[in-house]
């Protein structure tokens, strides 16, 4: 079945920096890519998506990233603000299925 | 408000005693799904249901149960209950066209 790896487990950056978290897939049949941000205390909520005829998709200060060749997919975040701080899971979805396969979560602390 | 909604939100209970988490969906939505999360572990699929009557196993489906009888219902039970079934439980649902929707989840705690 699908294996999505999520890298890195911890990151901090200070307010204003950029932050990058990648993924990568192992099934190249994968053709749906969503990322979720699970603030404490709550379920995980969807906040940006990428399909596989899409290379680069992008919302306001948050960017998805696409290498179909290399089977790996980043999130972006600019300008990265106090609110940001949460975990933040990647998810691949192999062909039509329903299913998808998560990352294990990256926490992100964005410091003042 | 479109939404999924479990209770309860947190539970201790004893091992062995039967429990069960209820799950609804406002939306629709035909596919259903548990997942726990644990530290380190991320999110893995405890079972999923693609319809009403239709229930499959997912990555981690030992020890629990799970029934669609409604298409907005799907919950889960727990007939024996071990400490190792210490977790956060999380109901989500979706339509197959984006991602899931997911409920607020469930700490469970056994001793």
């Known amino acids: 079945g699908e294996n999505v790896e999520q890298h890195p487990s911890t990151l901090s950056v200070q307010e204003g920096d950029s932050a990058v978290i990648k993924c990568t897939y192992s099934?190249?049949?994968?053709?749906?890519f969503p990322w979720y941000k699970q603030e404490l205390g709550k379920g995980p909520q969807l906040i940006i998506d990428?399909?596989?005829?899409?290379g680069e998709k992008k919302d306001q200060r948050i960017a998805v990233t696409l290498n179909k060749t290399a089977k790996h997919f980043s999130l972006h975040i600019t300008e990265t603000q106090p609110e940001d701080s949460a975990v933040y899971f990647c998810?691949?979805?192999?062909?039509?299925?329903?299913?998808?396969?998560f990352g294990s979560g990256t926490q992100l602390t964005v410091l003042p | 408000e479109a939404q999924v909604t479990q209770n309860p939100r947190y539970l201790i209970t004893v091992t062995g005693k039967k429990l069960t988490v209820t799950c609804s969906q406002n939306?629709?939505?035909?596919?259903m799904s548990w997942y726990r999360q644990d530290p380190g572990l991320g999110l893995r699929q405890i079972y999923y249901?693609?319809?009403?009557?239709?229930?499959d196993k997912g990555d981690v489906p030992e020890g629990y149960k799970v029934s669609r009888k409604e298409k907005r219902n799907f919950p889960l039970i727990l007939e024996s209950p071990s400490p190792n079934q210490t977790s956060l439980y999380f109901c989500?649902?979706?339509?197959?066209?984006?991602?899931?929707?997911f409920g607020s989840g469930t700490r469970l705690t056994v001793v």
């Open positions: 990428i399909r596989s005829n899409v």
């Open positions: 998810a691949a979805r192999v062909g039509s299925a329903r299913q998808l396969t």
């Open positions: 989500a649902s979706t339509t197959g066209e984006r991602g899931y929707t």
């Open positions: 249901s693609m319809n009403v009557e239709v229930t």
């Open positions: 099934d190249s049949a994968s053709n749906y």
């Open positions: 939306m629709n939505h035909e596919y």
